[in-house]
Protein backbone atom coordinates (compact mmCIF):
# COMPACT_ATOMS: atom_id res chain seq x y z
CA UNK A 1 0.00 0.00 0.00
CA UNK A 2 1.27 3.40 -0.84
CA UNK A 3 2.38 5.46 1.99
CA UNK A 4 0.40 9.43 1.97
CA UNK A 5 3.44 11.11 0.88
CA UNK A 6 3.79 8.46 -2.40
CA UNK A 7 0.51 9.55 -2.91
CA UNK A 8 0.65 13.37 -2.32
CA UNK A 9 3.20 12.78 -5.25
CA UNK A 10 1.44 11.40 -7.65
CA UNK A 11 -1.65 13.65 -7.26
CA UNK A 12 0.77 16.49 -7.69
CA UNK A 13 1.93 14.96 -10.98
CA UNK A 14 -1.66 14.34 -12.39
CA UNK A 15 -2.53 18.25 -11.21
CA UNK A 16 0.56 19.35 -13.23
CA UNK A 17 -0.49 17.42 -16.54
CA UNK A 18 -4.04 18.47 -16.00
CA UNK A 19 -3.39 21.91 -15.87
CA UNK A 20 -0.97 21.80 -18.89
CA UNK A 21 -3.28 19.59 -20.60
CA UNK A 22 -5.88 22.73 -20.31
CA UNK A 23 -3.08 25.24 -20.54
CA UNK A 24 -3.08 24.31 -23.89
CA UNK A 25 -6.71 24.76 -24.96
CA UNK A 26 -7.43 21.00 -24.82
CA UNK A 27 -10.67 21.71 -22.79
CA UNK A 28 -11.50 21.36 -18.86
CA UNK A 29 -9.43 17.86 -17.60
CA UNK A 30 -9.90 16.56 -14.26
CA UNK A 31 -7.64 13.94 -12.28
CA UNK A 32 -9.94 10.58 -12.13
CA UNK A 33 -11.43 9.84 -8.66
CA UNK A 34 -9.97 6.71 -7.71
CA UNK A 35 -6.86 6.96 -10.31
CA UNK A 36 -8.06 5.06 -12.83
CA UNK A 37 -9.91 2.04 -10.53
CA UNK A 38 -13.42 2.86 -11.45
CA UNK A 39 -15.30 3.03 -15.12
CA UNK A 40 -12.93 5.76 -16.06
CA UNK A 41 -9.51 4.69 -16.52
CA UNK A 42 -6.21 6.50 -16.32
CA UNK A 43 -4.95 8.93 -14.19
CA UNK A 44 -6.48 11.95 -15.67
CA UNK A 45 -9.78 12.34 -17.76
CA UNK A 46 -10.01 14.71 -21.05
CA UNK A 47 -12.16 15.08 -24.23
CA UNK A 48 -8.73 13.63 -26.17
CA UNK A 49 -8.28 10.58 -27.55
CA UNK A 50 -5.77 9.17 -25.03
CA UNK A 51 -6.04 7.09 -22.44
CA UNK A 52 -3.21 9.02 -19.61
CA UNK A 53 -1.24 7.48 -16.82
CA UNK A 54 1.09 9.42 -15.12
CA UNK A 55 3.91 8.33 -12.68
CA UNK A 56 5.84 10.62 -10.24
CA UNK A 57 8.19 8.03 -9.44
CA UNK A 58 12.30 7.60 -8.75
CA UNK A 59 12.98 5.22 -11.15
CA UNK A 60 11.76 3.31 -14.31
CA UNK A 61 9.73 0.39 -14.43
CA UNK A 62 8.26 -1.48 -17.39
CA UNK A 63 5.03 -2.33 -15.67
CA UNK A 64 4.61 1.42 -15.65
CA UNK A 65 3.87 1.18 -19.73
CA UNK A 66 2.18 -2.21 -19.58
CA UNK A 67 -0.50 -0.70 -17.06
CA UNK A 68 -0.84 2.26 -19.27
CA UNK A 69 -1.80 0.18 -22.35
CA UNK A 70 -4.16 -1.88 -20.11
CA UNK A 71 -6.23 1.03 -18.83
CA UNK A 72 -6.77 2.21 -22.37
CA UNK A 73 -7.97 -1.35 -23.43
CA UNK A 74 -10.50 -1.86 -21.10
CA UNK A 75 -11.46 2.12 -20.71
CA UNK A 76 -10.91 4.08 -24.18
CA UNK A 77 -12.61 3.61 -27.39
CA UNK A 78 -9.46 3.96 -29.20
CA UNK A 79 -7.58 0.90 -27.36
CA UNK A 80 -4.02 1.81 -29.19
CA UNK A 81 -4.08 5.29 -27.59
CA UNK A 82 -2.30 5.77 -24.56
CA UNK A 83 0.46 7.55 -23.15
CA UNK A 84 2.44 7.36 -20.13
CA UNK A 85 3.71 10.46 -18.67
CA UNK A 86 6.52 10.59 -16.16
CA UNK A 87 9.03 13.07 -14.67
CA UNK A 88 12.68 12.96 -14.53
CA UNK A 89 13.40 12.38 -10.41
CA UNK A 90 17.14 13.59 -11.46
CA UNK A 91 15.91 16.95 -11.97
CA UNK A 92 13.88 19.65 -9.87
CA UNK A 93 9.99 18.42 -9.76
CA UNK A 94 7.93 19.38 -13.07
CA UNK A 95 11.29 20.49 -14.50
CA UNK A 96 11.34 17.35 -17.15
CA UNK A 97 8.01 15.53 -17.93
CA UNK A 98 7.66 13.34 -20.81
CA UNK A 99 5.22 11.19 -22.28
CA UNK A 100 5.86 7.95 -23.46
CA UNK A 101 3.92 6.21 -26.32
CA UNK A 102 3.69 3.98 -28.84
CA UNK A 103 5.90 4.55 -31.86
CA UNK A 104 2.86 3.97 -34.27
CA UNK A 105 0.94 6.14 -32.63
CA UNK A 106 4.09 9.14 -32.58
CA UNK A 107 4.80 8.49 -36.48
CA UNK A 108 0.71 8.97 -36.92
CA UNK A 109 0.84 12.50 -34.93
CA UNK A 110 3.94 13.10 -37.13
CA UNK A 111 2.10 12.14 -39.84
CA UNK A 112 -0.58 14.48 -39.26
CA UNK A 113 0.82 17.68 -38.51
CA UNK A 114 2.08 17.62 -42.06
CA UNK A 115 -0.86 16.97 -43.60
CA UNK A 116 -2.92 20.05 -45.46
CA UNK A 117 -6.13 20.99 -43.61
CA UNK A 118 -7.60 20.67 -46.99
CA UNK A 119 -6.26 18.25 -49.51
CA UNK A 120 -8.58 18.40 -52.44
CA UNK A 121 -11.73 20.20 -52.67
CA UNK A 122 -14.74 18.15 -53.17
CA UNK A 123 -16.68 18.25 -56.32
CA UNK A 124 -19.50 20.71 -54.93
CA UNK A 125 -16.90 22.61 -53.07
CA UNK A 126 -14.99 23.29 -56.26
CA UNK A 127 -18.70 24.32 -57.78
CA UNK A 128 -19.40 26.56 -54.72
CA UNK A 129 -16.28 28.28 -55.32
CA UNK A 130 -16.26 28.70 -59.14
CA UNK A 131 -19.80 30.12 -58.52
CA UNK A 132 -18.32 32.35 -56.15
CA UNK A 133 -15.10 33.66 -58.36
CA UNK A 134 -18.01 34.48 -60.52
CA UNK A 135 -20.47 36.53 -58.56
CA UNK A 136 -17.09 38.47 -57.26
CA UNK A 137 -15.89 38.90 -60.53
CA UNK A 138 -19.01 40.16 -61.60
CA UNK A 139 -19.68 42.86 -58.87
CA UNK A 140 -16.46 44.31 -59.67
CA UNK A 141 -17.49 44.66 -62.73
CA UNK A 142 -20.53 46.80 -61.64
CA UNK A 143 -18.64 48.45 -59.16
CA UNK A 144 -15.81 49.64 -61.64
CA UNK A 145 -19.11 50.66 -64.03
CA UNK A 146 -20.46 52.79 -61.91
Known sequence: ???????????????FVCD???AMGLGK?????GSGSGKIKGDVFAHIDFTIECKNEK?????????AKRE?????YYKD????VVRDPREP??????AVIGL??????????????IKEPDREAAWHIKNLIQSAKAVLKDFNQQ
Open 81 to 84: KWAL
Open 104 to 117: DQFLELLKRSREPI
Open 29 to 33: VLRTP
Open 1 to 15: MKSQSAKQKGKRLEN
Open 59 to 67: QWHWQNVDQ
Open 72 to 76: AETGN
Open 20 to 22: RIE
Open 93 to 98: EFNEVY
